[in-house]
């Protein structure tokens, strides 16, 4: 009898004991059902964190993908979005004689790196999540993004960001007419001068006519300014390095105001031999990461002045950048440093890579068309001689009579990009190698057809 007593006694105390243990957890750990979360455990997100995990779990066949503010069906469930060239409800059908568009520079290629790290790179803010237009100091820019940005190209050592300033901006796109801004003169009776080297990103052009401001004026290439305005130093150029289209790295021909765009200046495009230390950098996410819907970009400012005509720039026309586009570049940042960045850039360089060995292989059959050389350099992040693999293939057309190049792939079926558009010939035109891997292999097949009817037989893919 007291045998079994001293059994019962145990299996109570025992009992008890889970019994606290399950309610401390719960206390602690468990949901309260309040929109407060109060405790350390999942309450309001759940529901949230639920969502987001169903949506991504619809694969689209892998030929597309579904969003939490995409469309729905008519029992409110998200639905696929599909890439180009593929239909149906779960995007597996491909569509016959579908055009390969390698007109835009979208950044899809790393979207699977981002698939393979969803734990890390997801974030979920709650609805109270920095309401207010600043921070708790004043300003719109977070600290620690910006020393996250900071410890990124200490890393990658493509810049020097010591004793300099930092401006964010809404992609590198807004920062472009900012440093134009900051750059032109105020004083002068003649409006700055702002150049860019022919071929040149477009909406250097594009942005200074828009906004068609009385303090600076688009003109033009800067080689031809210089030969007819050798008086007239009032000019603020662009230096875009590896350049948009060729991906040549580039420097200042004029030495003076300059604004170096360095939105692919990055290892999986280009091999990083020095730092950069120009007196005002650009840089974007779109082109490191690859979230261009983020529209998150940042310069990097030597002169305190210039750095402030920036930020006043900034603050008039949006009063700083979405707190919660600060969040999630924050969040990105915090990845791609992992490892020192080994494991970022070696995927993202491998596919860019990749992409160029089958590029190239292709036009080295072919002597109607031609592609840019591209210089073998030291790698100071690697530290290894590498290739460059640029965003963009820039395509000659090498036939006399075929003078516009666009015309000739499109009529392959090849959307591309024509060369006046960068104010070149259109002999040429630019081809994107960073959409996704659908897209690069559909440009590969009809690449690949069009190179094997020199020699008068069709080959498939």
Known sequence: MRKTKKYCYGFCVFTSIIINILFTINLYFGGGGGGGGGGCGLSWSEKAAAEAEAVAAISCSGHGRAYLDGSVDSDGRPVCECY???????????????AADADSGDPIFLEPFWMQHPTNSAILVSGWHRMSYGYNDKSYMSVELENYIRKLHSIVGNAIT?????????????????????????????????????????????????FNSKNFQFQGD?????????????VVEFVTSPNNPDGELKKSVLGGKTIYDHAYFWPHFTPVPAPSDQDLMLFTLSKL???????????????????????????????????????????????????EGKTFF????????????????????????????????????????????????????????????KAVLEAANIIGRAGSMFSDKDRHVRLSLIKSQDDFDLLLQRLTELVSLENGSIQTM
């Open 84 to 98: 180009a060239c593929h239909v149906g409800i779960d995007c597996s059908q491909l569509s016959p004689g579908c």
């Open 162 to 210: 010591e004793d300099r300033y930092i401006v964010f901006g809404i992609g590198s796109s807004q920062l472009l007419n900012a440093a134009v801004y900051a750059l032109s003169s105020e004083t002068s009776s003649s409006p700055s001068n702002v150049v860019a080297s022919i071929p040149f990103y477009p909406m250097y052009r594009t942005q200074t006519v828009f």
């Open 222 to 234: 800067t080689k031809a300014w210089q030969l007819n305005n050798s008086t007239n130093m009032d």
């Open 289 to 339: 990461t690859g979230h261009a819907g983020s529209r998150f970009g940042w310069a990097v400012i030597k002169d305190k002045d210039v750095y402030e005509k920036m930020l006043a720039y900034i603050k008039v026309a949006d009063l700083g950048i979405s707190k919660d586009t600060q969040l999630r570049v924050l969040k990105l940042l915090k990845v791609v440093v992992e490892d």
């Open 346 to 405: 070696k995927f993202a360089y491998n596919k860019m890579k990749d992409r160029w060995d089958a590029l190239t292989s292709v036009f080295s059959k072919s002597t109607r068309f031609s592609i840019q050389h591209r210089h073998p350099l030291q790698c100071t992040f690697f530290n290894e001689t590498r290739l460059a693999s640029p965003a963009y293939a820039w395509v000659k057309c090498e036939r006399e009579e075929e003078d516009d190049c």
